[in-house]
């Protein structure tokens, strides 16, 4: 794991998908292909109850089984730990 952050800022000030589609056509398509190559887990952390969202390229899959294991969240719980500001990015190598 390379980095771990706290998510920045206020979550309601994130640029929505109208931001995507005023990006160029260029950005747009380096974006999807960038998105392709990318795999996640999203869930909550057994110790500190925190949203812990697993980010890395697909060839590190085999790195996140390594990782302790995430407890699955449901929507709701997702959208509490957004406006409580208790959601962690984890860059996995």
């Known amino acids: 794991m390379a980095g771990m952050t706290d998510l920045p800022g206020d979550p309601a000030e994130l640029p929505d998908s109208s931001a995507l589609e005023a990006a160029s056509p260029e950005l747009a ?3 999807d292909a960038l998105g392709g190559q990318l795999v996640w887990r999203i869930g909550k952390d057994e110790a500190s109850d925190d949203v812990v969202v697993r980010l890395g390229f697909a060839s590190a899959t085999p790195r996140f089984a390594h990782l302790p294991r995430l407890r699955s969240a449901g ?3 997702l959208q509490a730990a957004l406006a ?6 984890e ?3």
């Open 91 to 93: 860059w996995v190598d």
């Open 29 to 31: 398509r380096a974006l």
């Open 75 to 77: 929507d709701a719980e």
């Open 84 to 89: 409580e500001n208790r959601v962690v990015i």
